[in-house]
């Protein structure tokens, strides 16, 4: 078995684990289920990435997302690490490819979705691999307390008795403790560990403010806290108007959202990331896979439906650790909006069968047939064709989605994607007739590498087509004519959404949604709600303590550095010291000067002086900012 320490060097270059890094690794490394609880930003790949290199055999890693599968094995090939995804929308052929390489090639990570699981042919393969270690990414998506739930992500438990001996770590940035119970229950841990990081951010200031005028407020924060910075709004049309909002002020801004072209989101992204722009406006689809460690600020301009939530996307500021800012901007019109989308996002028993029906009918895919089968599909025209309400069919289109019955994805996260199937003397003889193709051939095996002949590999055109330079249309024919040769496949992007029947067609009658199960996730999603509204109407409470607690997490004192911390720190400055005790207080500095103390200690320390006195001192001196508590919950001078 490899040294873990010199896996990270290796690979990552770091010398050091982040907290808890080591001892989830370790967790991992003797075979014990895991579950493993890491903030944003808190380095929870790390954690299942560094034991599966160290162990022999592939490391299977069940996520949610696309786009996160697709960050994270091109984050792991840069690093010469062998990885691969399989999700749907890819032909059978290349499922199959993808599969034998992970049996007979030498691939280390298999990232699959949960759908992926109960396919008879996914199985069948697994039976044959070497698994060392099943991941379970996202993991709150299998709990229907969590704030994602994904029905088939419960199919993981009939998967793990195909491989009883094989460890299981679980990962989520933010579970309550019902949560954390659910998850480990659902996946059937034996002798479970536990890890949990502290939700409290030292360094991030959160805060709140009721204003009419978001956005002249919103430019006012911009300008006072430099660098990078994050504005979250709900719906794409605003993440525009906000940003040219910003640019006429003078604000560096550009904006991101998923309808863009994905050759236009990374190129944001990238400008974004290397500092070219400092302000990204977004929707909830930007943050995904974003590595950027030095963002200062995170607006929401809307409210956001959940406190996990609001703690993933407001967590993605500050993550080097240094002073940084996340803050909500309302008005009373937002919690009446998102009362209003919690009724939309719940469509009737009605709207939802006559959606499936429709649907059916559109891709014209018979009762029984249609599981694991991807289609083209276009939710506007389907809207049109039936005289279906747009916004409620929206919704019906995601609960049918949420219930585990189709799943939708748009086709830019699948790129086109070619592979030799000749050898390569077949195409060198090929190259020799046909000198026109020579150039092109040889800029594909120069760009893209000898794994044409083993894989399918993701290409840009219009990338490929600047490299070779000739104009992108070109690159597309030169490959449609390989293809036609019998030289190439070319799986080219379509333009279309797509849609996967996750189960086989049934009934509309008999649709398989267990609806009092439906109503309590309707009220469960309600108390989310209610508790996104408590956290921003509070009209006291340390922001952070406020987070806390929701993840069952009990803190010894306020963050002091909140909206409604430093009032009180504002407030208290306004006093004076408690009559006659101004030595005292001089005194309690003096002896955390030479070095921290219980607060039972420093109560004996100032004896004579009775205790509801010196508590009383010792309170002033805490919310003046003069002493706080550290990680030992002692008490000690300077800033928390």
Known sequence: MTDIQDILQKYWGHTAFRPLQEEIIHSVLEGKDTLALLPTGGGKSICFQVPALAMPGICIVITPLIALMQDQVDQLNRRGIPATAIFSGLRQRQIDILLDNCIYGNTKFLYVSPERLKTDLFIERAKQMNISLLVIDEAHCISQWGYDFRPPYLEIASFRELIPQVPCIALTASANEEVKKDIQEKLHFKNPQVFQKSF??????????????????????????????????????????????????????????????????????????????????????????????????????????????????????????????????????????????????????????????????????????????????????????????????????????????????????????????????????????????????????????????????????????????????????????????????????????????????????????????????????????????????????????????YFGESLPQSCGICDHCLQRKKEASGKNIPEGLEAERKLILTYLKNGPLSVQDLVECLRPLASAEALRIIQFSLEMGEIHYNAADELATGSA
């Open 200 to 549: 409290s951010r030292a360094n991030l200031s959160y805060s709140v403010l009721y204003e009419a005028d978001k956005e002249k407020k919103l430019c006012s924060m911009l300008q006072r806290v430099p660098g990078s910075s994050i504005v979250y709004v709900r719906n794409r049309r605003r993440t525009q108007e906000i940003s040219d909002v910003l640019s006429k002020v003078g604000l560096s801004s550009t904006f991101y959202h998923a309808g863009l072209p994905p050759e236009v989101r990374s190129s944001r992204q990238k400008e974004w990331i290397e500092g070219k722009v400092d302000c990204m406006v977004a929707t909830n689809a930007f943050g995904m896979g974003i590595d950027k460690s030095d963002v200062r600020l995170v607006v929401h301009l809307d409210l956001p439906d959940t406190i996990e939530a609001y703690y993933q996307e407001a967590g993605r500021a500050g993550r080097d650790e240094k002073k940084a800012y996340a803050a909500i901007l309302y008005e009373e019109k937002d919690v009446l909006d998102l009362t209003a989308q919690w009724e939309k996002s719940f469509p009737t028993a009605e709207i939802i069968k006559r959606t499936y029906q429709a649907v059916a009918n559109y891709l014209q895919v018979a009762e029984g047939s249609g599981e694991l089968q991807s289609y083209d599909f276009d939710w506007m025209d389907l809207c049109k064709r039936f005289n279906l309400p747009s916004s409620q069919t929206y919704f019906a289109l995601k609960m049918l989605e949420n219930e585990g019955l189709i799943l939708l994805n748009e086709a830019f996260q699948n790129p086109s994607k070619i592979r030799f199937i000749v050898s390569s003397t077949e195409l060198y003889d090929f190259q020799i007739r046909n000198e026109k193709f020579e150039s092109f051939l040889k800029g594909l095996l120069r760009i893209y590498g000898g794994n044409l002949y083993t894989q399918f590999v993701s290409i840009s055109e219009a990338d490929f087509a600047h490299q070779i330079k000739i104009p992108p249309a070109e690159v597309e024919r030169n490959l449609a004519l390989l293809e036609k040769f019998e030289l190439i496949e070319y799986d080219k992007q379509n333009g279309l959404p797509k849609l996967v029947f996750l189960t086989p067609r049934a009934n509309t009658e008999n649709i398989p949604i267990l609806w009092s199960e439906y109503l309590k996730k309707k009220e469960r999603t309600k108390q989310k709600i209610d508790a996104m509204v408590h956290y921003v109407k509070h009209p006291q409470a340390c922001r952070t303590l406020l987070i806390t607690s």
